[in-house]
């Protein structure tokens, strides 16, 4: 895509990020009228929406719930969501020629293509005369009271008399989001919540893991966080060679990753329930049952899990005398209750979003200005509101970063 790119200076609008909501703030505020540049680190925008969704982008959901995300600021979310949710997010899409289909509650583009969805934006930047200013790391604003001046490693400059800080997290950085922008949101005088790698894989040392790698099955995972249940959810278990993945295990990590990466000594466990179908009495029943019959050990969970998990649990049947009913309740106690110790986590490389970052507290809930620093709004997850997968923290993206770009337009007419 060529973009326009023009320096002249100074621009009304300047967006610190091209990415979900750097593109939808730039398009807002020149809708305003207003002349905006994008700046952005990377030779491309928006890369990181090719990648969501597995490359579908799941870029909203029909029940967008504000209490399901977290934030140090729930009323910021709450208001920006209340005038930007997915009603208007479908219309705006759909106005920039955008089909959106659903899959249960989760909205995707009809073509199934994430391309589609930055296709479309990039097209109303480039009919906007949004100017596009490809390699350009912000690495500093120096603010003064008619026009703002963002410095880049490069020695290049931009000056506008509004800045929009829409760097992003820290996940997935070779696609842009560093953590770059958080030090500019800090000079501003803005405290950081310490980032941490959200909806992640997890690290865990457990001969289990080691043996069933490479299996996947349907169960309920629980996160534990010194002895205290924190988070449950049913999914897919994947046992990897380094630990647990798996979309439930994405869905628990948050809180252990915060635990670990804030609490530094906390103690993280996972508790799988490997049959969350079955109560433990009507499998201690059916163990007892297949005992009595002779099944041999390697077998005893034929047909309700995957082989592998057979020849794991025969370890664990003691010998000596056969007590079918207790052996088959100890066994139900582990299948619906199997501990795992977490070690750490796989790291921003693999972590879908980012928990923590600019503290939202800060943020004017109307304006999604700084309560720190005139001329200075925010978008999107560089601030500390996460939200669950499922098209949340896009819907998050749009909404704010169309809301950052109208107020700044409002400020800078
Ligand atoms: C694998 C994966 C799959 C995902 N799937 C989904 C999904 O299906 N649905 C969903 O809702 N969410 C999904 N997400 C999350 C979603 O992609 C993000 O929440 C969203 O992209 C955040 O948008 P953003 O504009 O705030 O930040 P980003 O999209 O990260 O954009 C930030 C931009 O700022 C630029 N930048 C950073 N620092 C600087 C600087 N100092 N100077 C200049 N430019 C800078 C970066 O280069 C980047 O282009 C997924 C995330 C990942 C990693």
Redesign the pocket.
Known sequence: MQYACRMRAPFDIAV???????LTAAIAASREGRSVAI????PR?G???L???GGR??LGNERLDPGLFHSTNPGLVASVLARFGTREIVSFFEGLGLRIVSDGDRLYPATNQAASVLKVLEMEVRRRRVSVIPG???VSIIRSAEASRAAASDGRTIEARAFIL???GR??PAL???G??YALARTAGHRLIEPVPSCVPLLVRDPWCHFLQGQRVRAQAEAWIDGQRAAEALGDVLFTAYGLSGTAVLDVSTDISIALHRGKKARAEVVLDLLPDMSAEALSAELARRLEGGWGAADLVSGLLPEKFGRTIAGLIPGGPPRPARTAAALAAVLKGKRFAVQGTRGWNEA??TSGGVDAGEIDRERLSSKKAPGLYFA???LDVQGPRG?????W?WASGTLAGRAAAGETG
Not at 16 to 22: E, K, L, P, T, W
Not at 39 to 42: E, G, K, N, Y
């Open positions: 610190v990020g091209g990415g979900a909501s750097g700046v952005d680190r990377m925008l890369k990181k929406i990648i969501t969704g982008c799941n350009f790391e912000a829409a760097g992003g996940s997935y842009g989001s560093d770059s922008a879908e979003f999107g997850e560089i098209g949340f923290n896009l819907s993206a």
